[in-house]
């Protein structure tokens, strides 16, 4: 019954009205994900694998911080670049409609009422929304990149997106990293509690990401837990194998 309550609360006409009001922030969710995933990942496996091969720490931690670093820059200008893209392309798309809009105003006029058709809309219906939309110049070049492209206007901005990314990866790289900066540690302890310590990150980014999405918990920390595991067995088989290769 509260919930309901609440529900209701929400879906009164000023609550919908203010709700819609505000501008929706853009989500940087999937770049803090990915940057710690992957910054979580390419570390443990260089430890790993260092590791396998028989490094001493200080050659891990090198390696690592030189990956954390190297790696986590060079993903954060990748996510820079591609997202300037989509803007410079959803930017195209959007002159070209204004371009179309001002040169073929019928035209325009007429893909609104077929992309409205299709939605069910007929009769003096259908036309008095083609009427209010195309009287207004901006909600008429929204509607048709939003409709015909299915892309929104606005994107993420490229910079905020870059340093999510970066900052994400770094954070959750690092800490693959903290046993070998702990003296007096022994190089079995090191590793045990570098697995620990990424394992858990593992789980905790599964259960942030499920948490925001609304899913469950446990699987989308399985998930990445699993994900992020087996990219570290991996690295430490192969470093493992090239020491016995090369018998160092």
């Known amino acids: 019954m509260n919930v309901r309550k609440s529900l209701e609360a929400q879906h009164s006409p000023d609550a919908i009205r203010l709700r ?13 994900v990915l940057g710690a995933i992957d910054g979580c990942v390419t570390t443990f496996a260089i ?11 200080g050659v891990v931690v090198i390696l690592g ?15 820079y670049l591609g997202t300037k893209s989509e803007r410079e392309r959803i930017e195209n798309i959007r002159l070209a409609e204004d371009r179309q809009i001002e040169e073929i105003p019928e035209g325009e006029r007429e893909e609104i ?38 892309i929104e206007i606005t994107g993420r901005q490229p910079s905020t997106a870059a340093f999510v ?21 022994e190089g079995d302890a090191r590793f045990r509690i570098s697995a620990l ?6 789980g905790l980014i599964g259960v942030a990401k499920g948490i925001l ?27 493992a194998w090239l020491r016995y290769l090369y018998g160092a």
């Open 197 to 202: 310590l990424t394992a858990v990150t593992f």
């Open 213 to 239: 999405l609304e899913r469950s918990i446990w699987r989308a920390g399985l998930e990445t837990l699993l994900t992020g595991g087996g990219a570290a067995v991996l690295a430490y088989a192969v470093g």
């Open 113 to 150: 009422r077929q992309i409205f058709i299709r939605k069910g809309f007929t009769g003096e219906v259908l036309e008095k929304i083609v009427a209010t939309i195309t009287a207004n110049r901006p909600l008429w070049l929204e509607t048709m990149v939003r409709e015909e492209f299915g």
């Open 165 to 185: 990314t970066f900052a994400a990866f770094a954070c959750a790289g690092i800490l693959p990293l903290i046993s070998f900066l702990i003296p007096h540690l």
């Open 20 to 32: 819609l009001a505000i501008a929706p922030a853009q989500g940087y969710l999937g770049d803090a």
């Open 65 to 79: 911080f030189a990956n954390l670093i190297a790696d986590g820059f060079s993903m954060a200008v990748s996510n």
């Open 47 to 57: 430890v790993a694998g260092a590791v396998g091969a028989g490094f001493s720490g």
